[in-house]
């Protein structure tokens, strides 16, 4: 290994070295991600449109597709310095147990209370609310990772927070429900009877376990009728992207550190934020034609938006109460089967990412859940943590890659982001133990439905 041996378990940034500005990659992007419609009249969403939904300045933040580098506020950099920088760690003991002459890193998104890379943005967004003199905000969150990083930033700036949790979760994850409740939030289950959206779907679906595009519709209902209200969204949007890129700029500092040029870049791929968030200086690289790298985005193959879903605008909520995306989309009816267990359960994915992932910057696979806490308790045996099973998706696939390493004696550098702890996902990691879970992946005819509803109209042909 010669001078490898120098390098450390873990690369340490100093707090000087935190970032000061988020990296906004449509600055660089030649083909910029199509804009947000209007659904009623097709046309772009301009900053008045959106002035009711979001706050003033992730307006801003949102639409800015000219400034590469944004200033990051000084009371957000002090609030990051108490998690921030985290660590990047070379993963020896999992190279020893796949004996692959392959590198592994990853960007440990755990070390604070909400357990996931969430925060990052979820202290931007309460502090935004806060500085416009707002009351509180709603959201929606899926597994629980997103609304538990938004009621501690609430909790933090003394904001309401209310937070519409998919009912499978709800359900499924008691524990993370009660740390929001413990920071102060108000926690429904979703759909619910207290919308009338919710109403409507749970009359179209009786029974249904929910999806992240009905929660969505419901948080964005609750902030409508409340005044001093506004709705947070935790991944796709291109601010959430922005702020998240903090991970991808310590990411890459570190590397240079101990001049250290990843080959493969790997992220788990559900809304986007994460994954986004990573690979954006990289991407940045790659458009600028400085640097050329294999980007790996990983999502699951019951919920396969990139893989199997269609470009094009779609609603980015089931209700059909928000602005048309075009994204890789399932449909914004598609709802993800109950057996699914971890997070990245949403129907499309950020513009930004699908933009670089129809320009061929980036690749998309998608693994099966069994495979996937295969790879997480493999993992967790040898490395110490254990993994979210969001991030177990990348993990999969960081496996794989190093096995084919081990397969050609190429020594390959690997980097993949681990965005969060699984120990509220327990209930998943007994089904898998107790030899319960099963993989599944939707047949065409299943995910048909979502296609034909899709909104049709001249330019959105797919």
């Known amino acids: 290994m010669g001078s490898e041996k120098k390098i450390p378990y873990k690369i340490y940034l100093n707090e000087d070295e935190l970032p000061k500005s988020w990296y906004n990659v449509r600055a660089d992007m030649k083909n910029k991600p199509a804009p947000l419609l209007n659904p009623a009249t097709l046309k772009p969403m301009t900053a008045d449109d959106l002035k009711a939904v979001f706050c003033d300045e992730l307006i801003a933040q949102e639409l800015d597709e000219t400034n590469a580098y944004i200033p990051i506020p000084e009371e957000i950099v002090d609030f990051y310095k108490m998690y921030r920088p985290s660590p990047l760690v070379r993963a020896y003991c999992l190279e020893k147990k796949l004996q692959t002459p392959a590198k592994i890193y990853y960007k440990f998104e755990g070390n604070n209370t909400s357990g996931s890379h969430k925060l990052n943005s979820a202290i931007a967004q309460a502090y935004y609310a806060k500085k416009q003199g707002l009351k509180g905000v709603t959201t929606e969150t899926g597994a629980g990772q997103w609304g538990t990083a938004l009621s501690m930033a609430c909790s933090y700036f003394g904001l309401d927070c209310q937070v519409y949790m998919v009912k499978v979760s709800y359900e499924q ?176 994915m950020s513009p930004v990412v699908s933009q670089l992932y129809h320009d061929g910057i980036i690749e998309a696979r998608s693994v099966e859940q069994t495979s996937v806490f295969e790879a997480a308790e493999q993992f967790a045996r040898v490395e110490g943590i254990l993994p979210a099973p969001e991030s177990s998706h990348a993990i999969r696939v960081a496996i794989d890659e190093a096995l084919k390493c081990k397969e050609t004696g190429e020594e390959k550098t690997i980097v993949f982001g681990l965005t969060g702890t699984g120990y509220f996902d327990m209930v998943a990691y007994e089904k898998f133990n107790n030899g319960e879970m099963t993989d599944y992946i939707p047949t065409d005819e299943d995910l048909k439905p979502g296609f034909d509803g899709i909104p049709k109209f001249p330019g959105n042909e797919f």
């Open 173 to 348: 994850k008691p524990f993370r429900r009660e740390v929001m409740r413990t920071y102060g939030a108000k926690v429904t289950p979703s759909p619910s009877t207290t919308t009338e959206v919710g109403k409507k779907i749970l009359a179209e679906h009786p029974g249904t376990t929910g999806s992240l595009g009905c929660a969505i519709s419901e948080a964005v209902e609750a902030e409508s009728r409340q005044e001093g209200y506004r709705y947070v969204l935790g991944s796709v949007l291109n601010q959430v992207l922005l702020h998240q890129t903090v991970i991808g700029l310590e990411t890459k500092a570190a590397l240079e550190k101990y001049d250290i040029v990843p080959d493969i870049i790997i992220g788990c791929a559900g809304g986007g934020s994460n994954l986004g968030g990573l690979i954006s200086p990289f991407a940045g690289e790659m458009l600028r034609g400085e640097h050329d790298y294999q980007i790996i985005a990983v999502e699951p193959a019951s919920c396969p938006s990139l893989t199997r879903g269609v470009f094009a605008y779609d609603f980015c909520d089931t209700g059909k109460v928000c602005p048309l995306a075009k994204m890789y989309t399932l449909g914004s009816g598609f709802i993800p089967s109950a057996n699914h267990a971890g997070g990245l359960r949403y129907h499309g």
